[in-house]
Each structure stands twice: as C-alpha cells, then as structure tokens.
DNA sequence: ATTGTAATTGAGACTCATTATCAATTAAAC
DNA sequence: GTTTAATTGATAATGAGTCTCAATTACAAT
C-alpha cells in the first residue's frame, strides 16, 4: 500500500490548528481508513487494525472517525440498524447511491442534472441548501434476475 | 379527533391475512399514529399514549410501529442519533425533505422533476429502482437570519 | 536531551434505543 | 363458553456509541 502524504498533511495541519496532536494510534486509524474503498463501519475497521497488527482501542477508532468527518476526509454515508456506514471522501468526488434490497450492494453514480435540481428546489423553498444525500433503493441486476428465476 | 375507519381496516385486514390479531392496544397505538401529522419517534408516541390514558407497553409500541410499517400505513423517515423518525405514509403523498442543520426543523417537498430523475438514473445503471429519500441539509429561512445577525 | 504540561489513550463503566424472554392474558374461531 | 395460539408487559439483554479517569505521551520550551 502506497504512502498517501497528502492526506496525513490534511490531518495533521487540522489537528494543529485545533491544538490536538498527530499520534501513532491516529496515524494507523487514518491509514486504513484511507485505504478503504467502499463504504466501512467503525468495528469493522477496529477489527482490521487490530489484525493489522496495529494498535488503537475501540474509543480511539471512534473519536478518531469523528475528528476524520469534521476535516472532510471522510463522511457519513447513513445511519443503519447496525450502526453507522462511512466512506472516504478525499479523492472521491461527491456521488449518491442506490442501494440494493436484495443483497445490500451499493452503486455509486452522480448526476449533474441532480445538482442543479437541488439548487432549484432550494431556490423555490427558500432554503439555502448545502448538501444532499439520495439513496434509490430497488434491485441491483443480480437480484432482477434471482427474482425472475423464482 | 375524527374517526379514520379506513385506516383501521387496512390494518386490521393485514393483521388478519397474516393470522395475527387486532388488539386493543394496537388499534390505540394506531389511532395516536393516525392522529399526527409530522414527523414522530416511538419514544413520543409512547409517552403520548400513556398520557392520553391508553394502555400499551413500550415493547408493544415498537412492535406495532413494525407491523404499520410493513401494511404501509407509516414509514421511516430517517435513523439519528437519537432514533428512528417516521411519518405516515397513509394520505400523505410521497415527497422529500430540506432538514435544517441550525434548528432541526424539516421542510417537506415533491417534485415531479425528481420522480421523473430517478426514473432516468436507473434506466442508465441497469437497476430497478422502487424508492428514493433525498434528503436536503442546509439552512432555514430563520436560521439564515440569525446568521446573518451574528 | 530533559522537563513540564496538557492532550491522549484504553479498559471498562455507562447510556440509551431497541429487541428478546416468558409467564400471564386475551382475541377470536369453534 | 371453551380452546388455543397470538399478544402483552415487566424486565433482562443486546449493541452501538460515549464517558471516565488514571496512566501515558506528544511536543514546545528550556
């Protein structure tokens, strides 16, 4: 895994301006984190760094994500009944999701159209709208076909 | 508080298909849920309930809020930190939400341009959309002023 | 490098929403 | 009315996330 300075700059420089410090155990938690693709929960990624070898408590892990969200570095994606999903948001452009019923999967896409949609729905309420999130659920292609076989 | 018979025997209809019961304690709960008109948590609606004289458990609140969520006649609106917010769904047209981040307050919207967005979305990544939430952040017309004076 | 000091860590206690348990109750079919 | 399986509710249990606090440590100043 390719060293990613940028981002370590990022949160660093964040954590000095607010008078925290860059530690081993943010250091880890940041690195995995960054290394994720898809979307991660707080345990799953405890489990990982511990396998990793690495060392930071389940407490770190999440002070940590949240210090992670407040730079922008990563984000919420949703709540759950299983806790909270996050992804990374550094080099990640902002995206929606569909997600699927059937087996969970999420597909990524952005639309344009979307954004100026959003604009104009502010517009019209009077609402000075910041960011948005819209999840389609449904049934990815896998599942369609299940479904027909049934 | 008007009768809503409708109501009553869509769900009493889905309790009996199922071979499940229509009990006293859900026809109030039911009642209280018919009765409101924004958003709600079963916390609330419990104590609601109780106050209003009614008898029903929280554990029978959860577990009717379950059964109304799965005949359709409420829904989930969102997960927070602090639970789960529904809305009923009966009488009440799909449509989505500009949530303040300053007050909490929600707007509600609809918008043909987004039903017809998703439909188009979908077609283009091969999935078979059935529902959506778009969900706005940002800032109310108030808390743009407050804002402002600060 | 050493020191001083305030930030951080981690183990475990705690909170709070939600679910499971199970004996007692009850709807509703006969 | 009897029967019987569904339901109820008090309470225990679960699980995600937060808090506590003594021990540790980053880091700025000397």
Redesign the pocket.
């Known amino acids: 895994m390719r060293e990613k300075p940028v981002q370590k700059q990022v949160f ?1 420089r964040f ?2 301006e607010r ?8 250091s880890a938690i940041l690195e995995k984190t960054m290394s994720r693709n898809g979307h991660f ?3 799953t990624l405890y489990i990982e760094i511990r396998k990793a070898g690495a ?6 892990v ?3 994500i ?1 210090l992670l969200c407040e730079c922008g570095l990563i984000e919420q994606v949703r ?1 759950t ?4 999903v996050y992804e990374r948001s550094f080099g990640h452009e902002h995206h929606d999701h569909m997600l699927c019923i059937g087996c969970g999967s999420a597909i990524e896409f952005y639309s344009d159209k979307l954004e100026r949609l959003q604009e104009d729905l502010c517009r019209q309420q009077g609402f000075q709208g910041t960011t948005h999130t819209l999840e389609i659920r449904g049934y990815c292609r896998k599942c369609q076909k299940k479904k027909k076989q049934t």
């Open positions: 660093s954590l000095k008078g925290q410090r860059f530690t081993k155990e943010r929960d707080p345990e060392k930071a408590s389940r407490a770190s999440y002070r940590t949240s709540k009944e299983h806790g909270t």
